[in-house]
């Protein structure tokens, strides 16, 4: 066992003496692993980041959320006419303890987009109105007057609540609250709103771009800014939004809302449904796995630049077996066997990818701190990514440092000694 460690440590410094002979050489040489590992690290750690943020985001604004929106073919009031949206009185059933009892809030909201116009100022954003209960469903906070009331929902007021990049880039530092917007819907109709409140800055959200957006009573979006009546006359709304008392109520929360909504809309269980239930849970996980399988092709990518410095190793390589021939010729005449020829050429291969390959990992986790920087796009370096990039360098420098070990281990001493 110690003979053979010493040989292996013999063939090492053998192996570092023969790259360090040709330092500009071996350099370039490593520079095409340099390059992949440090694409792959990089790459794979923006692919986690995103993964990070979108879990983050949905996270944020709770996993045991539930959305219906209108949608798919089913029949309505028992007659085959297509699906004629989701109504109040679809709410206002969801929000009966007796119909969805795993369900702790029940808040509907009509989205649209108009023009905001203050002064010399007009910009295009959501406008969408909502009931109280929209701030403890998304636990907003005032920074200044107040929130929209059951009061303005029930009078239909033309009152607004701002976020606060609107907020901003409308009034800057000037206090907005009692002032009047005007508010342009799709029609080209303007209506004139008195604002009532303004709310801290929310953050990034995948379900609701809180911060850019400007919010309205329900009944006032319905039926002043628009027209929100379906065929028959019902109200309609873009969503309504069910938080389930608890995480593990999600699945029962589901059910009761399916049967409550096929009784309203006279479904049977067979029927094809004419609204969707989106599970704030599976959403997370279905984004999850499509951000997973992108950082995964994102890694593969890089790691054909991987190949292309392998490719590179062994040309080298096969230079240094032909300029290394009297050597390989001297060695074999004095005793070496075969397999040290073949270990010593095999561990210059692999020396070079992993000097490579850690050199890369530094670059790697330097360009995604200075991704970081930028603020374009979050980078998580992880432990896999940096392993997963060292070990394939090392495979690289294995499978590509077989064929020229190979070949000066099979060298003929007499020929090798006579090789001018």
Do not use: W
């Not at 809309?265 to 996980?285: K, P, R, T, V, Y």
């Amino acid at each position: 066992m110690l003979t053979q460690l010493a040989d292996l440590g013999e063939n090492l410094r053998v192996a570092l003496d023969g790259l360090l002979a040709n330092k500009l050489r071996s350099a370039l040489t490593m520079l095409g692993v340099i390059i992949g590992v440090a694409a792959v690290v990089a790459l794979m750690s923006i692919g986690q980041g995103a993964t990070a943020d979108i879990t983050e985001q949905i996270n944020s604004a709770g996993t045991n959320l539930l959305m219906v929106t209108s949608g798919g073919f089913g029949r309505v009031g028992g007659g085959n006419q297509g699906t004629l949206g989701v109504t109040m009185e679809d709410a206002e059933a969801l929000a009966n303890p007796n119909n969805v009892s795993a369900a702790s809030l029940v808040v509907p909201e009509y989205s649209g987009n108009g023009q905001i116009i203050y002064g010399d100022t007009n910009l295009n954003t959501s406008v969408t109105g909502v009931p109280p209960a929209y701030q403890d469903l998304y636990d907003l906070t005032m920074a200044g007057g107040e929130f929209i009331s059951q009061s303005n929902v029930d009078k239909r007021s033309k009152v607004v609540v701002l976020g606060a990049t609107i907020a901003e880039d409308l009034f800057g530092d000037f206090d907005p609250v009692g002032q009047k917007i005007k508010v342009a819907n799709n029609s080209g109709a303007k209506f004139s709103l008195t604002v009532i409140g303004v709310l801290e800055a929310q953050g990034d959200s995948i379900v609701n771009d809180i911060d850019n957006s400007v919010f309205v009573p329900i009944s006032t979006a319905q039926t002043k800014l628009s027209n929100a009546r379906n065929l028959v006359g019902d109200l309609i709304v873009s969503r309504i939004t069910i938080e389930a008392q608890s995480e593990e109520l999600v699945d029962t929360a589901e059910d009761q809302i399916d049967a409550t909504l096929r009784a309203q809309h006279g479904l049977e269980a067979e029927d094809d449904a004419d609204f969707n239930i989106i599970n704030q849970a599976s959403l997370l996980e279905a984004v999850s796995g499509v951000t997973e399988t992108l950082t995964v092709f994102l890694g593969a990518i890089a790691g054909i630049s991987l190949l292309v410095g392998g490719i590179g190793i062994m040309n080298i390589m096969l230079v240094s077996v032909t300029e290394r021939t009297r050597e390989i010729g001297l060695r074999k005449a004095v005793g070496a066997r075969k397999s040290d020829v073949l270990v010593q050429f095999l561990l210059e291969a692999i020396l070079l990818s992993l000097l490579g390959g850690l050199f890369g990992v530094a670059t790697g986790i330097g360009l995604s701190k200075i991704v970081n920087l930028t603020g374009l796009f979050t980078s998580v370096v992880t432990m896999g990514s940096i392993l997963l990039a060292v070990g394939f360098s090392l495979a690289i420098g294995l499978f590509f440092g077989i064929y020229p070990a190979n070949q000066a281990a099979k060298m003929n001493p007499i020929e090798a000694l006579r090789y001018e």
